[in-house]
T-cell receptor, first 113, second 111 residues
Framework: KAGVTQTPRYLIKTRGQQVTLSCSPI?????VSWYQQTPGQGLQFLFE???????NKGNFPGRFSGRQFSNSRSEMNVSTLELGDSALYLC????????????FGPGTRLTVT | QQQVKQSPQSLIVQKGGISIINCAYE??????FPWYQQFPGKGPALLIA?????SEKKEGRFTISFNKSAKQFSLHIMDSQPGDSATYFC??????????FGKGTSLLVTP
């Protein structure tokens, strides 16, 4: 069974631009969570989607948003990029909402210049 | 604030030795405690997990010890190998909510 896939793997953007990251969960998994990983803050939860609805949200500004499609694929969008948004963005999938057993993708490395 | 505190930040162990990483938490609502292993350039991989109804869980060379009264849990890697060199994260979550991660431990196993 294929794992979680994320595209693109690497991205360089300029401050003020916006970016969209994509995640395809493991086949059969219906819940998708997004995390931000930085050396200083570690792994921080952004949000979780299930049945095309955001179910849980972390403590991030409104510039961070996401959505989920009917095939469970998810996208994450960051608008008005700031230098501090440079991070590894990780997507994790689980079978159902609230399922703690999460499987991570390889991440998208975003660099904001 | 950091809901899960992990130590040490880095660890060097000789091949064949035992690696021990510790985590502590405060939220008694946490009921799921996984450990993840992350290699450079990769996403975290679920290694082993425990729920508070058991005090120990073993999978191969990896063991989680859980102390509910002390609100602590630890990962033991027996017979550590150079291929185990990676960053290890503990995490905890209450039912139905997101994982709270520790800051990570960088493990180096020397030949």
């Amino acid at each position: 069974k294929a794992g979680v896939t994320q595209t693109p793997r690497y991205l360089i953007k300029t401050r003020g631009q916006q970016v969209t990251l994509s995640c395809s969960p493991i086949s059969g998994h219906r819940s998708v969570s997004w995390y931000q990983q930085t050396p200083g803050q570690g792994l921080q939860f952004l949000f979780e989607y299930f049945s095309e609805t955001q179910r849980n949200k972390g403590n991030f500004p409104g510039r961070f948003s996401g959505r989920q499609f009917s095939n469970s694929r998810s996208e994450m969008n960051v608008s008005t990029l700031e230098l501090g948004d440079s991070a590894l963005y990780l997507c994790a999938s689980s079978l159902v909402l609230g399922d703690s057993e999460q499987y991570f993708g390889p991440g998208t490395r975003l660099t904001v210049t | 604030q950091q809901q899960v505190k992990q130590s040490p930040q880095s660890l060097i162990v000789q091949k064949g030795g035992i690696s021990i990483i510790n985590c502590a938490y405060e939220n008694t609502a946490f009921d799921y405690f996984p450990w993840y292993q992350q290699f450079p350039g990769k996403g975290p991989a679920l290694l082993i997990a425990i729920r508070p109804d058991v005090s120990e869980k073993k999978e191969g060379r990896f063991t989680i010890s859980f102390n509910k009264s002390a609100k602590q849990f630890s990962l033991h890697i027996m017979d550590s190998q150079p291929g185990d060199s990676a960053t290890y994260f503990c995490a905890a979550s209450p039912p139905g909510y997101a994982l709270n991660f520790g800051k990570g431990t960088s493990l180096l196993v020397t030949p």
